[in-house]
């Protein structure tokens, strides 16, 4: 799977997205609809910044249903 930037292209669509535990830390595998697979291992630091920025988001998006439920 080719990087994408945050310009022009469009992304594609998640599929599949597992984690595992790994020698290095943690194996992540990211696949797209299309069948396309990108493995990643990444240290635990490194996943808890990705999941932090995750409950970000989610809280974020929460309030904002919230906000658009009143």
């Known amino acids: 799977m080719a990087a994408q930037s945050s310009g022009t292209q469009k992304a594609a669509s998640l599929g599949k997205f597992t984690v595992e535990p790994s020698d290095d830390g943690f194996r992540m595998r990211i696949e797209t609809h299309a069948g396309e697979v990108m493995d990643v291992i990444a240290t635990r630091d ?3 910044v990705i999941a932090d920025a995750l409950d ?3 809280a ?3 309030e904002d249903d919230e906000a658009a439920e009143d």
Do not use: C, F, G, H
Request: glycine residues 0%; charged residues 35%; proline residues 0%.
């Open 46 to 48: 490194q996943v808890d």
């Open 56 to 58: 970000d988001l989610l």
């Open 60 to 62: 974020a998006s929460e």
